[in-house]
């Protein structure tokens, strides 16, 4: 796969997500087994519910960010699209990080499952690309 089709796959799925987490932040929270919050304070459910939206609203912005990103990778200097894949390898490797202690510690389920399969394999794929450029340099 070429570098700018991985970050429009990237860029896709925050848009994605982010769209969901924006939109539906209490359903997208209840597939991370996030339990029901009818029982809490009223105040407290929308301040979690603003959280989710908020990180909804980063990861879509993150993504066409990544999408306006992914049209000039291939001609910007060798320099700087090893710094642009390092970037990416290090946010993927954090949210990868975050993920399975997520995944092991709280959540234990299945969105949680695909969401740290997910960065792994960003965080494998962008490995290979930091690998592949420094080959050629």
């Known amino acids: 796969m070429k570098l700018n089709a991985l970050i429009a796959v990237q860029a896709f799925l925050f848009i994605a ?12 929270m ?9 029982g809490v ?10 959280f989710a939206r908020m990180f909804g609203a980063a990861l879509f912005g993150f993504g066409f960010l990544l999408f306006a990103v992914r049209g000039i990778v291939d001609e910007i200097e060798a320099q700087s699209r090893r710094g642009l894949v390092f970037a990416l390898f290090l946010a993927n490797t954090m949210a990868f990080i975050v993920s ?12 949680g499952l ?4 997910v960065f792994a394999v960003l965080l494998v794929a962008y ?11």
Do not use: H, N
């Open 17 to 28: 997500l982010g769209i969901a987490f924006a939109l539906y932040g209490p359903l997208m």
């Open 30 to 38: 209840a597939f991370y087994a996030v339990p029901e919050l009818s």
């Open 41 to 50: 304070d009223a105040r407290i459910y929308w301040q979690i519910a603003a």
């Open 100 to 111: 399975i202690t997520q995944q092991s510690a709280v959540w234990s389920s299945l969105a």
């Open 114 to 117: 695909v969401t740290t399969t």
């Open 127 to 137: 490995g290979y690309y930091l690998v592949k450029e420094y080959r050629t340099t």
